[in-house]
């Protein structure tokens, strides 16, 4: 699964509806802000969905989900349960164990979003 397909199950997993757009200028940010989403069907909110790289969204959808998180540093893993769906997703990293730890939330979260119909 690449990481867009697994953006697009996590954030159906929290129940954000996405919708994809093209960014004009992404030299600034990069191009990993490739997901808006929209919180309000009468309103559009400008916002960018990407737990993958950004702390604050990745932590918000382990709480919203429930995930209960075990870091291992000692052996170099970072370990997520995932209690929904009866699974635990572990991330080895080198020298970035909060990369890792996104990359293990948003993978138990769109496992969640690939359960629901």
């Known amino acids: 699964m690449d990481d867009r397909e697994l953006l697009e199950l996590a954030a159906k997993a929290a129940g954000i509806d996405l ?3 093209e960014v004009k200028n992404v030299t600034q940010r990069g191009d990993d802000r490739f997901i808006g989403y929209m919180t309000d ?3 559009w909110q400008k ?3 990407n ?3 950004d702390d604050d969204d990745a932590l918000r959808l382990a709480v919203k989900l ?3 998180m075990y870091i291992f540093l000692a052996d170099d893993g970072i370990g997520i349960s995932n209690t ?3 699974r635990r997703f572990t991330e080895h990293h080198t020298n970035d164990p909060y990369a890792a730890t996104r990359r293990a ?3 138990a979260a769109a496992e969640i979003g690939k359960e629901m119909k």
């Open 51 to 53: 737990p993958l790289r």
């Open 66 to 68: 429930g995930l209960q």
């Open 19 to 21: 919708i994809p757009m």
């Open 84 to 86: 929904q769906v009866n």
């Open 105 to 107: 939330i948003v993978r």
């Open 47 to 49: 916002g960018w969905f």
């Open 41 to 43: 069907v009468q309103q």
